[in-house]
């Protein structure tokens, strides 16, 4: 009994220490289905869990990233009208689809007396009590959450290795010597390295506080420009061809979606129950999210219209300094915040797969060489594909179509089913409409840029 108590005692201490974003971190590892952060293992206590407001904010902090750079050219690909409308309507959409999933993660860990259920094991569970000819793809199913959540986060970090080296050539063009930009994502592997290297979750902090001030800085820059001289807004198109619009797709969802820490959020709440529902902490943070993402990526396709970039950065003017402080500070910020998306990447890899299978005296070196190769095979997949457009169009249509909508979809369909669909079977309506959403959208944003990034970057090229 003293030896509870002592136990106890210093899971208390342990939660005290921890800030909010210590605590949020953990849980998105949680979410995942990954023990990463044993810092956040111990059960949170009422008082060290999050407030409505600090749910809010960390909702918001979320939702604005690199996605956002990309909204004005997801706006010329699809047209002002019809990027303002479904902006909104996708965004909706995916939002409704995760409360869904949301609603069936709480009722499957209540069902199972498993408060912390991940998002891998909510699928099995559900599977497996779906209709009987599906369920033995339970367990594949489960593999696919972990190679899904793996492959996002990693084509995140590749994104990324794109964005610093870009960023980095258009300072080096102007201060120092022009080099092409695949030399600078080979020059900023071993830093890239070196931050990946670190293991615990408290270390991590700093650069996750860093990388948001800076994010907000500078957007706040950008804006000062968008406003700047608008031109004649008849020139701009208000559809464009729909062929385009699959790009336009991948990028919304790129912009909006962040299933493990929308997951990790409502866990970490003081009071969970107003996480969810009509006015919900989640609805209101991501009502400004969207609306912020639709203005921005209208304003910036009306401020510079067909010559929009893959990243509204390039268009900002080239000799000025604020342009280059808003250059450097997204470069720094994204470079901060590599570490903690390679994050759940390595961790599923390791703990789930390689490290029960390993033994004890080799699991440190083995582990470092895994960080280290994942590094790696980023920085060559931005050489092979150096579009930061087209990166982040794919990694939005093929994972985020299916964790944000296919997958949800899925585990409404099984869960329902033993409970019924309701009248007219309007709940299994419900599922196929979101795996159909998922299944044509992330199909066809996948061939288009797959295609487009091929054509462009050739593995092989004919002479």
């Not at 960023?167 to 201060?175: E, I, N, T």
């Not at 990790?264 to 969810?276: N, Y």
């Not at 585990?411 to 044509?440: K, N, Q, T």
Request: proline residues 5%; contains cysteine; positive net charge.
């Amino acid at each position: 009994m003293e030896r509870k108590k002592r136990k106890l005692a210093s899971h208390r201490r342990l939660d005290q220490e921890l800030s909010f974003h210590q605590r949020l971190l953990g849980g998105v590892q949680k979410s995942f289905g990954s023990p990463l952060a044993l810092q956040a293992d111990s059960p949170l206590e009422k008082d060290n869990a999050m407030s409505d407001l600090e749910t809010f904010i960390n909702v918001l902090k979320c939702g604005f990233g690199t996605g956002c750079l990309a909204m004005p050219r997801a706006f010329m690909y699809s047209g002002w009208l019809v990027g303002l409308v479904s902006t909104f309507v996708l965004s909706s959409f995916v939002l409704y689809a995760m409360h869904i999933l949301l609603r069936h993660i709480s009722s499957m860990g209540s069902r199972y007396n498993n408060p912390t259920i991940s998002y891998r094991k909510t699928v099995e569970l559900a599977i497996s009590n779906g209709p009987p000819k599906i369920r033995f793809l339970s367990r594949p199913f489960g593999y696919l959450v972990d190679v899904l959540l793996c492959a996002y986060h990693f084509g995140v970090d590749c994104v990324y290795v794109v964005f610093i080296a870009k960023s980095l050539k258009h300072l080096g063009d102007l201060y120092l010597w022009t080099l092409d930009e695949r030399l600078y994502m080979v020059l900023i592997a071993l830093p890239l390295i070196l931050t990946f290297l670190i293991r615990d979750l408290k270390s991590l902090v700093p650069f996750a506080l860093t990388s948001n001030i800076l994010l907000f800085l500078g957007f706040f820059i950008i804006l000062s420009y968008l406003f700047r001289g608008l031109p004649k807004f008849e020139k701009l198109h208000a559809i464009q061809p729909l062929t385009n619009f699959p790009l336009f797709f991948g990028t919304v969802l790129f912009a909006i979606e962040s299933v493990g820490v929308i997951l990790a959020l409502g866990r970490s709440m003081r009071t969970p129950e107003d996480f969810l529902g009509p006015c919900g902490v989640l609805n209101r943070g991501m009502i400004v999210v969207v609306t912020f993402y639709a203005l921005f990526g209208f304003f910036g396709y009306w401020r510079y219209g067909q010559e929009t970039s893959n990243s509204v950065l390039q268009n900002l003017p080239e000799n000025e300094i604020l342009p280059q402080l808003a250059t450097g500070i997204f470069a720094l910020a994204i470079f901060f915040s590599y570490a903690l998306q390679g994050y759940v990447t390595v961790d599923i890899i390791w703990r789930n797969y390689l490290e029960p299978a390993l033994e004890d005296g080799s699991s440190r070196a083995v582990e470092f060489l895994v960080r280290i190769a994942l590094v790696i095979a980023s920085v060559l997949v931005a050489i092979q594909y150096p579009d930061f457009g087209l990166l982040l169009s794919f990694v939005g249509s093929f994972c985020l179509a299916q964790l944000g909508l296919i997958l949800p979809g899925v585990v409404d369909l099984c869960v329902r089913y033993e409970e019924g669909y309701g009248p007219g079977r309007i709940l299994l309506f419900r599922s196929v409409i979101f795996i159909f959403m998922g299944l044509a959208g992330g199909v066809a944003g996948t061939v288009v840029s797959l295609t487009t990034l091929h054509a462009r970057y050739p593995v092989i090229k004919r002479s």
